[in-house]
């Protein structure tokens, strides 16, 4: 079962502007990532943002994350026609019988980045 | 160095067939993961190995999926009696230690067609 519900499910903005993605998930978390996927193939790792953070950077990339409303959101600024894919975001949550973490993704947003 | 590579990238079968697809981890990743893509969809995780033995095969969705890693390298899934429904685009990942703030590495995938 997927557990992140990524918002909106498409976005579309021209070069220059900045993209914001939202991101909700159910249960507790010990950590939060999120991922680019190109053309529905091999997904890139962005940012991981871990349970006891609200904020983090990177270069162009800003993700926030509210564990008390259960969301995150990226922030991709002065976005470029090679940002447009699709970006998940993704749970890490403990397996405790197996002793293990597992990455549960939502469905994603696909951003399109006009030039 | 190299990625994760997995073979073959297109696979057309036809239905009640049996099919293996293979993955090679990045070198001196003990932690391997397999998940599956359905379209429009976030990769649903399968199975988790670490070194040989699979850690934690709660993803797999009945007894026709199966994997294995005898040499704790290079795996394979291997699926029986295909059915339309397996359709999907199925990834690999690895990551160092399979630990929660891991950074997972996908490999391009492979697109299987159940006809």
């Known amino acids: 079962s997927q557990q992140g519900e990524e918002d909106p499910q498409a976005l579309s903005i021209q070069e220059g502007e900045n993209a914001t993605m939202n991101c909700s998930y159910k249960?507790?978390?010990?950590?939060l990532q999120w991922y680019r996927q190109n053309s529905g193939r091999g997904l890139v790792h962005l940012i991981l943002?871990?349970?006891?953070?609200r904020e983090k950077h990177s270069g162009r990339l800003r993700v926030t994350l509210d564990t008390s409303k259960k969301s995150s959101s990226l922030l991709i600024t002065a976005s470029r026609a090679a940002d447009t894919a699709s970006y998940f975001c993704a749970t890490v949550v403990a397996n405790s019988g197996a002793g293990s973490y597992q990455l549960t993704f939502g469905k994603g947003t696909k951003l399109s980045v006009i030039p | 160095g190299a990625g994760v590579s997995q073979t073959p990238s297109n696979k057309v079968t036809e239905k009640g067939k049996y099919v293996e697809l293979r993955c090679d981890p990045i070198s001196g990743h003990t932690a391997l993961y397999w998940y599956r893509q359905s379209l429009g969809q976030g990769p649903e995780f399968l199975i988790y190995f670490q070194g040989t033995g699979a850690a934690d095969d709660s993803g797999l969705p009945n007894d026709r999926f199966f994997a294995v890693r005898p040499e704790g390298s290079v795996s394979t899934l291997k699926i029986q009696r295909t059915e339309r429904g397996d359709s999907a685009v199925y990834l690999c990942a690895s990551s160092l230690m399979g630990l929660a703030t891991d950074t997972q590495y996908f490999g391009p995938g492979t697109r299987l067609t159940v006809l």
């Open positions: 943002i871990r349970s006891n953070e």
């Open positions: 249960t507790s978390i010990n950590n």
